[in-house]
């Protein structure tokens, strides 16, 4: 079956620091994957979307990388600050289609 | 751009009643709306998928006579539970893209928080 796994454990870092998340993927074959936060009670908001043949995407203090090889993304904040707290969510759509699923995302934590 | 409006934010209802929850694309039209679940510290879990002008197409295991879709306009979904139980209890989101493909970011609404009493 396939799957999206995140870190379900939350990270805590200090305000300033580099954040790296982490998402692994089985038994799918994506074109894309995305990123996008979600803060308590509000719906998601896009991130990023980073292509298959694109080892890397950056936009402002966030980056991106894909390896279709290890089947597996980080998403790294520089510079955390604490408006950075909240839950971040990798998704992919599934082979045949085009819907998004998600994984169960990875709390963030930035204290000051 | 691309804001998604959904209405309302909360509802809690008694057991047995039906509830209508609203999704509007305020500033795109909006092809495929898509509607989820989340339950605490889960996952959005798909429910379904719906175009405009056409049946939705629910995910195995959600119950498409429970779970109404209609998505009679470019701009409009609507998300009817009926007869709710306290199992459905639960955090829905509905979602929007301008144009279909597997790279459309989903836009999504701030959700609506569904307690059944």
């Known amino acids: 079956s396939q799957k999206i796994e995140q870190n379900s454990e939350a990270l805590n870092i200090q305000e300033g620091k580099t954040a790296t998340l982490t998402c692994n993927y089985t038994?799918?074959?994506?074109?894309?994957l995305q990123w996008y936060r979600q803060d308590p009670g509000r719906g998601p908001v896009f991130l990023l979307l980073?292509?298959?043949?694109?080892k890397e995407k950056r936009k402002e203090r966030l980056k991106v990388t894909f390896d279709t090889t290890l089947k597996q993304s980080l998403f790294h904040i520089t510079a955390s600050q604490p408006a950075d707290s909240a839950t971040y969510l990798c998704a992919l759509a599934p082979n045949s289609g085009y819907a998004l699923n998600f994984g169960k995302g990875t709390s963030l934590l930035v204290t000051p | 751009g691309a804001v998604v409006s959904q209405h309302p934010s909360w509802v809690i209802c008694k057991s047995g009643t039906s509830v209508k929850i609203e999704c509007r694309s305020l500033?795109?039209?909006?092809?495929?709306m898509f509607w989820y679940r989340q339950f605490p510290k889960q996952s959005l879990m798909l429910m379904a998928t719906s175009n405009e002008g056409s049946k939705a197409t629910y995910e195995q295991g959600v119950e498409k006579d429970k779970f109404l879709i209609n998505h009679a306009s470019l701009t409009l979904s609507t998300l009817t539970v009926t007869s709710a139980h306290p199992e459905d209890s639960s955090f829905y989101i509905c979602?929007?893209?301008?144009?279909?493909?597997?790279?459309?970011?989903?836009?999504f609404g701030n959700g609506t928080r569904l307690t059944v009493t």
């Open positions: 979602s929007a893209v301008a144009y279909r493909g597997r790279n459309s970011p989903l836009h």
């Open positions: 038994n799918y074959s994506p074109a894309y």
């Open positions: 980073i292509r298959e043949n694109e």
């Open positions: 500033d795109f039209q909006a092809t495929t």
